[in-house]
Every structure is written in structure tokens, then in C-alpha cells.
């Protein structure tokens, strides 16, 4: 079955690599609009605890909401296709980062602030030097929790038309054909485990030298 | 060189005032310890004087400049600032943390580098071994002693010190008291010290302000404090051992006579001339002697220092009616 | 929405489904995460790889993991369920282990010097101390088999994913709401009533 699998796979090059360059532009897009607007507005979230309060409270129910979940619902309002794909993505890659965002910069050290302050730094300054830095391996924590369930989100894009790598599970099992599954799960199954670990990699050369696990 | 003229503080939703009316002068090169039990308003003065709390009335004079409505941005690149708990920036090495307001005032490389290890030096840390160490390698001691440097790098003519040595042990607390004097000494600063501790006030203060409930309730040398309490508050709050503590601001070399040829003290019974008055007192209680030979370093006979000396140093201590 | 009151036996079945499918596929990874978690708490140099281990397994797509299972037991609820006490076991692992622990060493010595066997040990001093995290493992896990199961109606596993694929296959969005909103419902719920359980045991062992 695995070289029926393979030798699909040989055969197939171009609709293969068609389906991983949709997994992989769908998966990144959503990410980087998620991160480009959740991040920002997590630090901003950290400035006002009362609209923090509620926006922190909405993110963790939001993301209790399964996946599957999310991406039907844009049926009906958004018709299929890549588009409904992306935007469903994009929702489910914000509470991750937002609520890592807010807590990132909200357990910065008060006393390193108040010296910061003390000494003669602006707001901007102590934003930029003290409070991004020391929080930024907490929002990449973030950002590496909303790629990998963006990564298996994508998966499911197949249902709503989306494409990616999800439709060759999904023909697999509409033609119980066992060798396309493997083609669809195998691939999809790596990209996971390859995004936990570039984002683990990130994570930790975003880490300042002084802040990592064990290197004192 | 400070003034605070009238300096008040009015947190919103209070009823009374944090700071009422206070006024004070710090001249400089002078160690001012603003000291009282918690909740005086000792803490939000010093954050005054650098506008980490806006004054809600009064002034501050610096250096004859009225800076009470000055952009506290640069107000507070002229002041040094430490803190009990420090805030030292974890991401960045020792270096870079004493570096930091260097960096801010824009100084070339070669100069923040050769100041970053000057100061090292200057605190006792060997800047070969600790400038590219990290925060949480070093001991608190160590820690406190990098956010001294920290605070001295732009080289402030005024540093302003909230409980700095509270944190620490109380032998590391003593060097650490000790080494900053030794600074003090090299380099003229004027400092504002927060403490609520009577001893250290005592042994760090050039003057001591007392604060009770937002208002100054005295403000005089360590000496004048313990002599000459203004009231039972001072009294009380000073500590009901005030002549022995005063003993211990005077050396023996201040309070000796000269040698009278005083032949009945035993061999033993001699004192350095740079000993306090008060280990004089317990070493003759400890005798059983109504004096001490007093010797130099080189234990040379310098003089006399009697029981009856101390007692007339003393005895000026008021005592209020109770 | 006419849909959804003329099914109404319909969707409960579907819910029905789907509250069994989770609970059973928790209640079965929670015994069997016990064991294991209790074991690599106690041996630490097997604690770092299975910490390292399951987070990564945890990564892999429910749609992936399912495919994968296929091939060897074929579809409906027999995959679906190993599927997610798989993904149950990866989180409750990880949670029991970690809560045991985290109890305090001082703790753990009293009570040695007390007397106490390891099993006493266990049931008297770790597991209470424990629980918070506990719970919150099973917090996470519930919330996860939730939309996990959603997908699993896919091969065949029913419940309230059912539901959202027959209405993605006829265009009916009434069955798409309902069968989204219900398992989002449920697994908002799970979130908060266990939520509530973990803090009121937190405030406990604070008080």
C-alpha cells in the first residue's frame, strides 16, 4: 500500500505539488494576517485592563470553538474556496497569539519597567528595549501554537472547497482507495510535526541568551 | 541643591493628602534619608522628585532650576534611580544594563564600554568576569551592586534611592551600606534615601527627615535627631536606645582627653582611636574600667577615653515628659 | 431554522452521539494516562522524552491521524475512538505527570518521615495536591475531543459532525448552524463547568 502510495505519487507530481503550495500559502497567509493583527492589538490590550477584561475572556472562548466548526459556518456566508478557507483560518490562528500577546507583555518584570521609567526612558523606548523583547518568547509561543492548528485547520479547508492537502484524504475516503489516503495523511502529518519544530527553533533563537531554560 | 517647597501629593479618590505641604532642602553633595513607618509618604516623595508621581502642588528646585513642570523624560536622565527589588533587564547582560543610560544619552562606544567597566570596579565586581554575565547569574548582593553602577553610569549629580539594601541579608546588607559610603566618598553625589530602618538612616543620612502621615516631623543631622527628638513620635520611633546610638556616630579619637599619666589601668585595657565611642563604652563595661588607654594604628598611645567623658557626651540627650 | 424544529429527535440523537463518543473516549484515556503518567513521574530520565514525545504526536491533524487508521481498522466509531483517546491520552499524560510533580519535595518528605507508604503517599498527599492540574489536563482534553469528534463523523463515527457534513454535501445551511453551533455549545460548556471545578479546587488548596 505504501508504494501504491508512493507510486501515486510519482505519477501525480504536479497535482501533489499543487495541493502543498495551497496547504502551505493558505496556512502562511492566515498566520501572518493573524499575527499582524492579533500581536499589535494584544500589547495594545495590555495598556487597558477593562478592555482587556473582555477581549481576553472572548479570545478563550473563541478558541474552545472547534475547528471544524469555524470553517463550516463560512459556508453559508461565504460560499467555497480559498477565500472562506483563509478567513476561517485567520479566526482560528487570533486567540492564540492575542491572548500570548497580552500575557507576554502584561508579565514583564513591574520593577524593570519602573526602573526603565526611572531612568529616563520614554514609553517608546521602554516598549522597544525592555517590554517587546522580554516578552517576545511568549507572543512566538503564540504564534507557534496558531501555526500548527492552522497547519491542521488547513486539512479540513478540503471540506469547504479550500483545497490543500486535505483533499486527497477526503477522495481517499469517498473512494476508499487506501493509497491516496496515505498521499493526503503522511505529508500533512509531517508538515505538523515540521511546523512544531521550526517554530520551537524560532521560538527559542527569539529567547534572549539571559532568559533561556538552562543555560546559566 | 534639591528643594522641595510645599511639595503635595493628592492621590485621586483620597481623602487626605499622600504628601501635605512638605518642604525640605538637600544641599548638595549631602545624603538626605527620608525615613517613617509605612504609609508616611517617604516613598511617594522621592517618586516626586523624578515625577514618577506628579505633584498635585509644590515645587521642586534642582540646582536652582524649577523642574516641576519639566519633561521628566530628560528630568530623569539627571537622576539616578534604585529600587529594593532592583529591575534589573533580564534579557540583557550586566554590561548592557549599567550601559543603559549611556545608550540613552547617546555617548560613543569606547566611552560607555571603558564607564561600564569603571563602574564595574568601582562596586567591587571584576567587569572581565561579570560584564557579559546575565542578571540571573549573579547573587542578590551582586545584582543590587550592578543596579548602583546602573544608577551611577550617566554620571547624575543626584541619585535617588528607594529602600535599595532592604532586600538583601542583613551581613551582605552591611557591606553593601559600607561599600557606598566608601563611593560616596570618591565621587560627590547628592542623595535622597528611602528607608525604614532607624539604623541605617542614622549610619547612611548626612541629614534625616522624618515623615509621619504625609508631613515632615523633623529634620536635623542623625546626631541633632537622636540628642533632640522634636516629639514622642521622633522619640519613640528612634528608639528608647537613642544615647547609645548617638555613641555610635562619634570615634574615640573625638571624645579622648590627653594622656594624664593614668598609671592604674591594667595592660590590657586599650582602645583604637578609629573605634565608636559605643564599642569604647562596652569594652570598659566589659573591663570593669573606668577608662581605656586610646591607641593609633600602629598602637602608639595617642591618649584617654573615660567612662565619665562618655557619660558628659551624653548627657545632653532630652528627654521629653512622657 | 423550520429544519431544525421538525428534527429535533434528529439533532439530539446527533448530540447523544457526540456526548458519548467524548466521554467515553476521556473517561478510557484518563485510566490508562494514570497508570502511565503515574510511572513516568517517578523515573526521571523517561519524563523529558515523553513530555518531548507527546507534545509532538499532539501536532498531527485528527483528519491525518484518522486517514492513517483507516487502512488498519477501517471506518466508523472503532478508528474514531482510538483516534481520541490518543489525543486524550497526549494532554492527561502530560498533565498528571506534570501536577504529581509539581508537589512540593518538602511536602512529599514530611510526609515519608510521617510514614506514609507510596501508596498512601500517592492518595493522600500527591493527587490531592495534584488535582488542579489534573482537572485542568482534563479540561483541555474534553474541550479538544469535542471538535476532534466533529471531524471524526467523517469516517463514519456520527455525532453532531454528522450533521455539519451532510449540510456542507447538500447545501443546507440550517444543518451546518446547528450542527456547529451545538458542538461549539458543548465544547464552551465543558470549557466553563470544569473551568469552575479547577479554580474552586485552586481556591481550596489556597485557603
Redesign the interface.
Known amino acids: 500500500m505504501v508504494e501504491a502510495a508512493w507510486a501515486y505519487l510519482l505519477s501525480h507530481p504536479k497535482l501533489f505539488r499543487d495541493a502543498l503550495v495551497t496547504h502551505l500559502t493558505l496556512s502562511g497567509c492566515a498566520l501572518a494576517i493573524a499575527t499582524i493583527l492579533a500581536a499589535p492589538l494584544g500589547i495594545i490590550l495590555s495598556r487597558s485592563p477593562r478592555a482587556a477584561l473582555v477581549a481576553i475572556n472572548a479570545a478563550n472562548v473563541a478558541r474552545t470553538v472547534p475547528s471544524l466548526a469555524v470553517l463550516a459556518i463560512m459556508l453559508p456566508i461565504l460560499g467555497t474556496g480559498f477565500a472562506p478557507s483563509l478567513v476561517a483560518l485567520t479566526l482560528l490562528a487570533i486567540p492564540p497569539i492575542l491572548i500570548n500577546a497580552y500575557v507576554g507583555i502584561r508579565q514583564v518584570d513591574p520593577d524593570a519597567i519602573e526602573s526603565a521609567v526611572g531612568m529616563g526612558m520614554t514609553r517608546l523606548q521602554v516598549m522597544a528595549r525592555i517590554e517587546l523583547p522580554v516578552a517576545l518568547p511568549v507572543i512566538s509561543a503564540g504564534v507557534r501554537t496558531a501555526a500548527v492548528q492552522v497547519v491542521a485547520g488547513a486539512t479540513l479547508a478540503a471540506f469547504i472547497g479550500g483545497g490543500g492537502l486535505g483533499d486527497f484524504i477526503t477522495s481517499g475516503i469517498a473512494l476508499m482507495q487506501l493509497p491516496l489516503l496515505l498521499v493526503g495523511a503522511v505529508p500533512i502529518a509531517l508538515l505538523a510535526v515540521g511546523t512544531e519544530l521550526l517554530f520551537h527553533l524560532l521560538e527559542r533563537t527569539l529567547t534572549p541568551r539571559g532568559m533561556r531554560p538552562g543555560s546559566s | 541643591m534639591i528643594l522641595l517647597e510645599s511639595l503635595t501629593k493628592l492621590f485621586p479618590g483620597q481623602a487626605t493628602p499622600a504628601v501635605d505641604r512638605l518642604s525640605l532642602e538637600v544641599p548638595a553633595g549631602q545624603t538626605c534619608v527620608l525615613i517613617g513607618p509605612s504609609g508616611c509618604g517617604k516613598t511617594t516623595t522621592m517618586k516626586m522628585i523624578n515625577r514618577l508621581v506628579e505633584p498635585t502642588g509644590g515645587r521642586i528646585v534642582l540646582a536652582g532650576e524649577d523642574v516641576t513642570g519639566m519633561d521628566p523624560v530628560a528630568l530623569r536622565r539627571r537622576m539616578g534611580y534604585v529600587i529594593q527589588q532592583i529591575g534589573l533587564f533580564p534579557h540583557l547582560t550586566i554590561g548592557e544594563n549599567i550601559a543603559t543610560v549611556p545608550r540613552l544619552l547617546g555617548w560613543p562606544a569606547p566611552r560607555i564600554g571603558a564607564r561600564v567597566d569603571e563602574l564595574l570596579t568601582l562596586v567591587g565586581m571584576d567587569p572581565a568576569i561579570h560584564r557579559a554575565r546575565y542578571p540571573r547569574e549573579l547573587s542578590g548582593g551582586q545584582r543590587q551592586r550592578v543596579g548602583v553602577a546602573r544608577a551611577l553610569a550617566g554620571d547624575p549629580p543626584v541619585m535617588l534611592m528607594d529602600e535599595p539594601f532592604g532586600a538583601i541579608d542583613p551581613i551582605t546588607r552591611l557591606r553593601l551600606q559600607n561599600e557606598f559610603l566608601r563611593i560616596l566618598r570618591t565621587i560627590r553625589k547628592t542623595v535622597v534615601f528611602v528607608t525604614h530602618d532607624v539604623d541605617e538612616a542614622i549610619k547612611m543620612g548626612d541629614r534625616i527627615a522624618i515623615l509621619r502621615d504625609g508631613r515632615l516631623v523633623q529634620y536635623g543631622t542623625p546626631d541633632d535627631i537622636l540628642a533632640h527628638p522634636a516629639n514622642g513620635f521622633v522619640e519613640e520611633f528612634v528608639g528608647a536606645d537613642r544615647a547609645l546610638k548617638r555613641l555610635d556616630l562619634v570615634t574615640v579619637r573625638e571624645v579622648m582627653q590627653a594622656d594624664s599619666g593614668a598609671p592604674t589601668l591594667p595592660a590590657g585595657a586599650s582602645i583604637r582611636h578609629d573605634a565608636t565611642a559605643k564599642e569604647a563604652l562596652s569594652a570598659m563595661l566589659a573591663m570593669d574600667q573606668e577608662g581605656l588607654r586610646v591607641v593609633d594604628a600602629n598602637g602608639r598611645l595617642v591618649g584617654l577615653v573615660s567612662l565619665s567623658g562618655i557619660r558628659r557626651l551624653i548627657a545632653g540627650t532630652t528627654t521629653l515628659p512622657a | 431554522m423550520q429544519w431544525a424544529l421538525t428534527h429535533l429527535d434528529d439533532i439530539g440523537w446527533a448530540t447523544w452521539e457526540h456526548a458519548v463518543l467524548v466521554s467515553v473516549s476521556v473517561a478510557v484515556a484518563f485510566l490508562i494516562s494514570f497508570a502511565v503518567a503515574i510511572w513516568a513521574s517517578r523515573q526521571p530520565r523517561v519524563y523529558p522524552p515523553i513530555m518531548g514525545i507527546t507534545?509532538?504526536l499532539y501536532?498531527?491533524?485528527?483528519?491525518?491521524?484518522f486517514?492513517?487508521l483507516?487502512?488498519l481498522v477501517g471506518?466508523g466509531r472503532v478508528p474514531a475512538i482510538i483516534g481520541l483517546v490518543a489525543y486524550s491520552l497526549l494532554i492527561l499524560i502530560r498533565n498528571i505527570a506534570t501536577g504529581l510533580r509539581e508537589v512540593p519535595a518538602d511536602v512529599v518528605e514530611a510526609a515519608l518521615g510521617m510514614g506514609m507508604g507510596p501508596w498512601q503517599l500517592l492518595l493522600t498527599i500527591e493527587m490531592p495536591l495534584a488535582m488542579p492540574v489534573i482537572i485542568a489536563g482534563l479540561r483541555i482534553a474534553t474541550?479538544t475531543v469535542?471538535?476532534?469528534a466533529?471531524?471524526a463523523a467523517?469516517?463514519n463515527a456520527g455525532g453532531l459532525?454528522t450533521l455539519?457534513?451532510t449540510?456542507?454535501a447538500q447545501?443546507f445551511?440550517a444543518k451546518?448552524?446547528v450542527?456547529?453551533?451545538l458542538?461549539?455549545g458543548m465544547?464552551?460548556g465543558?470549557?466553563a463547568g470544569l473551568s469552575r471545578l479547577e479554580r474552586r479546587l485552586r481556591a481550596r488548596r489556597a485557603a
Open positions: 507534545a509532538l501536532t498531527i491533524p485528527s483528519l491525518a491521524l486517514a492513517l483507516i487502512p471506518l474541550v469535542i471538535g476532534i466533529t471531524i467523517y469516517i459532525g455539519i457534513f449540510g456542507i447545501d445551511p451546518i448552524v450542527g456547529a453551533g458542538a461549539s465544547a464552551v465543558a470549557d
